[in-house]
């Protein structure tokens, strides 16, 4: 058990650097006050939103704990022993508390950071981009730490893989509905803002007149940071209950434990190390301490492998997932960096006008898809191959390895992706305060790179959601096994497995598209009220001091909205996964499961990368290439980053958790599958 | 062998009654000397495309018929019997010829069709009718006849399911081109048409003024007549060589003959009973053709299911197939029918901006994606089941036998999808020639109906190919047993079967992607072109008598452009295909044409519908909705529109094809696979 109480002493260290960071970032000289003001707004916007969310949450939460123990491990009027069934359902609370609490953690350092940062950037780029990094790095911390000590808690007090997978499963409901219930407040928000503020007004973003503004900067911290912090929360839980489940088998749990536990002490390291440097250049500075932790973690693991005598060839695998994920992560950066050939190619197609702006987006975005596909394929492959030779089971135990390689560095990912909606924010507060052009400078070139921070780290997410979904695969194909004895394949060819794979195609799209309506419904609203606004407030176009638009309406509009836009999205999801599991049997969920990742990976790719291809190109035009701001090619730019918007922070980063939260469904509910399906 | 004889005499039957229909519309009453003048034009540009493409292909042709020479069915300086691989070569080269000759059959009369359907226009509803449904029903026969006969030839000469493949991978290559270069020709010449002469001059389609006209009246033609045709004509002979590869083993494969010589007499009897009725409305009759040949097919199977004893599980399992088609063509109807919600609800977002028309449409394409695939799933389910019990062998080829039922009435469905050109191009000369309002006001009746049978015939012929390649797959794996003895599975945890999902998954992303750029390059010559001619040749732009454009420059640049796009894309799929066949083995083919049938059938589905949608909303803003013609939701729609126009017309349709010819490579070349892979 050793590495079970380390991993708990190191995740409890995380926690205590994250407090550390939070309190630094907290001491940081104050701004003006009506910078202080707005902070305020936002910071109570977010908070609302969240405590709303939270509140319908948990009652959701509480019904799926009751259908847990009712069901779980075994229907509790059958059961030997209730307090199985109790655990399960804790676990699944546990796992929920626990991703709900890493997001208010990273909500709350967020809206403290974004002023700090703002305030800095008056005096220079160097304590702006210290500030805005170490508060998502407080995210970052919290989120890995919070995982790793919840699954070591649990396995030590039960030993028993199964309530690890509800805790992920608690964790995953969290991250599905966090992310889809902020996708659509963030995108909703961010809409309605540009169109009546941009397009039909002509006032500069963030204007501190449009009553959308708030809440359009409330959004980029529940859409950025609770909800991707609670969808890597998921995938990492998911990767270490995965390769739990399957490593068990073959003796190997502690393995898991060990080098979950020293990437949650390289990204301690390279968090603690990362700095803006001589070139001052953010961009880098966030990729550089990606490749330090990368490198930290890969030393760390040879040498725990020389040490306890793991075999190298898992290390191998797990250092196939780990660079591929990194490979992932630049493919993303190829098709939406505005210094490389798509991003200007777009810009260049939207000269001829908008149909061509969409074209072209659409076709480098199913484009991107091959180089990401290809790398998960080939890094399955190879860690399978790999690990063969070690003895039966240990094929598909390299391949959770890889997943869990490709995990290992999340701390340090999340920690960047939080740095974007925190810059964001303050380049907001810059403008709003009028804290002058320098500033501005200062924040615009760090919200740029927190632009390709965000698309490179949801590139990587995808990454990691497929390669622990295939684990989640073989974890189910494991506790089939363990209740019937039998190893169950899913041979495309089984008319049930095929006719599995149909529906599960399908599902990812489906969902896809209810998020997206849901955002444009939920805009109509929210643009009706900003129109209204305008016309009934008095001087508030023109701009006349002391005439305040009404942010909070707005913020409730989003809210309201997004929480009743979610909740339908989530539940087909849930529920066709069981009606193909009570009609198609153990077979047709394989099949589905299948299905379901292969498109909802596809989707999930093509759509952030469109999305952020079409975002920076119309950023690229802005910077002054074909005619720049109000050309007609700025014009059809724009209408390509409002399609992406949706797709790219709304429907395509939900998929990753909408396919582990059905994956996760599939393992727990396996056994009442084979128990009660039609065929 | 009594059916295959059956089977030549009716398909010999069918080419009378297409001679028959041919010489009655050519009777038909001729043109005003300026509508036979502009009707040559679109002929010849036809013929210049056709013939183009023709002698390219010719050359490719030939040069894969040497390489079959070479290696199959085995390397020919290691085979005892060179003929074989004569055989297999000419086998291939006649499957091409054949449809290739169906392609010139069906533009043949389609460009002697419209003319004389504009003529009668003038006159009545009635006689145009008639006169553009004959049309079709020329290219219908000769698609069914040629293909049912060239196989039972070969069949009764070689006895040989091996050499059907080939002859059916002749038919699949010159169909990918046909596709595919037809629909970079269609959409070329419709975007730079629109683009210059409705967005920048304002000036009505197909405006005589417009050099991009007669282009995109020719288009209409190679990408709807010779491309559709050459598609199902393809999907029809994989359907029945699949059929066969799996019913021989079990001795089942008179039944195959026997079923789609059934389905060729339905098709004869439907096209023969048609006509407009008291009603008069074209798309009612369109639609009860269909439905009357499928009654018909299903009591001709079932009587001769009584006399020859043949079991009606086998019966049932066709009925299931041929119900899932038209279930399928409902679907794509309520998608993209401009008196259902989805049309109204894009028209609707259309006001509010082309960002939301394009969002809107992407979510409905997106949902329009579940009905098409459950059914596919569900279908071969049930055949599957059904057949079962039969014994060894028989549930796989109780799907192909769905495959053969849904296609059973592809007679019927090419008649009706090739009267949608025809009426188009009856509508660009009424206008052009200036024949009337009345003629125009026909004409635009039959045009609506043509679009709805093409978008049901898409969905349709999206369906077939899906049945069809999980037919193949069952082929393939047949193939492998033969050779080798061993029943293989492609069991999705295989990670070589994984690696093959996740290729083929990307395949038909990035086909897609280079013909839609194909598209892009391609009307960017063009509207260069128009534009060089608008400015050089006085009086055009005017409209001043006697200033006559170049039509036939247009005509070349689409031309050219077309055949050059479409080299790259096909030559990516089938070297792809090669190379995971030669690196991963039959295992990672099963996965790669298991992936590539998911996403590009996922794929094709979408296009199809968001296409047909955007094309409907603008014709239903258009019809007088959100202000009409001109109006700013008019405009957006537009942009909905030619993002569409790629999806719907080139990448999507030639989806198909790409399954079937990756399908089709995989199941010839198995043997080398089994003998030279690395893996």
């Given at each position: 058990m050793f590495w079970v109480y380390t991993a708990i002493v190191v995740s409890i260290a995380a926690f205590g650097i994250a407090a550390y960071l939070y309190r630094w970032v907290k001491n940081q000289p104050k701004g003006s006050e009506t910078a202080e003001e707005i902070a305020m707004l936002i910071r109570r916007g977010a908070n609302t939103f969240l405590s709303r969310e939270y509140r319908i949450l948990a009652v959701f939460a509480s019904i799926i704990a009751v259908i847990i123990f009712i069901?779980?491990?075994?229907l509790v009027w059958k059961s030997s022993n209730v307090l199985l069934n109790l655990r399960m359902a804790f676990a699944f609370l546990f796992g929920a508390f626990l991703s709900a609490l890493a997001g208010k953690i990273g909500i709350d350092i967020a809206t403290i950071a974004n002023v700090k940062s703002a305030v800095a950037a008056k005096k220079s780029i160097v304590p702006s981009f210290a500030i805005a990094f170490k508060g998502g790095a407080v995210m970052g911390m919290a989120v890995v730490g919070a995982s790793l000590f919840g699954a070591g808690i649990l396995y030590i007090t039960t030993r028993d893989p199964n309530t690890v997978l509800s805790f992920s499963f608690g964790a995953s409901t969290l991250a599905l509905f966090a992310k889809a219930g902020g996708g659509i407040y963030t995108k909703t928000a961010d809409i309605s803002a540009d169109l009546v503020?941009?397009?039909?007004?002509?006032i500069p973003e963030?204007?501190?007149?449009?009553?959308?503004v708030i809440a359009d900067n409330v959004g980029d911290n529940v859409g950025d940071v609770a909800g991707m912090g609670a969808d890597l929360f998921d995938s990492n839980i998911a990767s270490i209950a995965a390769a739990m489940v399957i490593g068990l088998v073959i003796g190997e749990q502690n393995l898991v434990f060990s080098y979950a536990t020293l990437g949650l002490l390289a990204s301690i390291l390279g968090v603690l190390f990362i700095s803006l440097g001589k070139h001052k250049n953010p961009g880098k500075a966030l990729n550089t301490g990606t490749y330090i932790t990368t490198g930290i973690f890969a030393v760390l693991t040879a040498v725990a492998s020389i040490i306890f005598n793991y075999s190298f060839r898992i290390w191998g695998a797990t250092m196939v997932g780990l660079v591929v994920g990194v490979i992932i992560g630049i493919t993303s950066d190829y098709f939406t960096?505005?210094?490389?050939?798509p991003v200007a190619e777009v810009a260049r197609a939207s000269h001829t006008g908008p149909a061509f702006t969409i074209i072209s987006g659409l076709c480098y975005g199913l484009l991107s898809c091959f180089p990401a596909l290809l790398g998960i394929g080939v890094s399955a492959l190879t860690a399978y191959k790999l690990c063969?030779?070690?003895?039966?089971?240990?094929a598909m135990f390299g391949i959770s390895m890889a997943a869990i390689g490709m995990l290992s560095v999340v701390g340090m990912i999340i920690s960047n992706d939080a740095f974007g909606p925190i810059v964001d924010n303050a380049r907001g507060l810059v403008e709003m305060a009028g804290m002058g052009d320098d500033a501005l400078t200062v924040t615009d070139e760090l919200d740029a790179a927190g632009n390709t921070a965000k698309a490179i780290t949801k590139g990587f997410a995808i990454g990691a959601a497929g390669l622990t979904v295939i684990a989640l695969l073989g974890a189910y194909q494991e506790i089939v096994r363990e209740a019937t004895d039998m190893v169950i394949g899913f041979d495309i060819m089984n008319p049930l497995v095929f006719f599995g794979i149909m529906v599960g195609l399908a599902v990812p799209a489906v969902f896809a598209a209810m998020l997206m309506m849901g955002v444009d419904r939920n805009a109509q609203r929210m643009v009706e009220e900003i129109h209204r606004q305008f016309e009934s407030i008095p001087g508030l176009k023109e701009g006349?001091?002391?005439?305040?638009?009404?942010?909070e309406k707005c913020i409730d509009i989003a809210t309201v909205g997004a929480l009743k836009e979610l909740i339908p999205a989530g539940l087909m999801a849930i529920l066709v996964t069981l009606a193909v599991g009570f009609i198609g049997g153990i077979h047709a969920v394989g099949g589905f499961l299948a299905g379901n990742i292969m498109s909802g990976l596809f989707l999930a790719l093509f759509m952030a990368n469109a999305g952020g291809l079409w975002d920076n190109s119309k950023k690229y035009i802005e910077s002054g290439a074909y005619g720049g701001k109000g050309s007609d090619a700025h014009k059809a730019a724009v209408i390509g980053d409002t399609v992406g918007d949706p797709c790219k922070d709304t429907a395509g980063p939900s998929l990753n958790t909408q396919i582990t939260v059905v994956s996760l469904i599939c393992s727990l509910a396996a056994v009442l599958f084979i128990n009660y399906s039609l065929f």
């Open positions: 069901f779980l491990p075994e503020g941009k397009v039909e007004l002509g963030d204007d501190p007149r449009n009553p959308a960096a505005d210094n490389k050939k063969e030779p070690l003895g039966d089971g240990y006349r001091p002391g005439a305040r638009p009404e942010y």
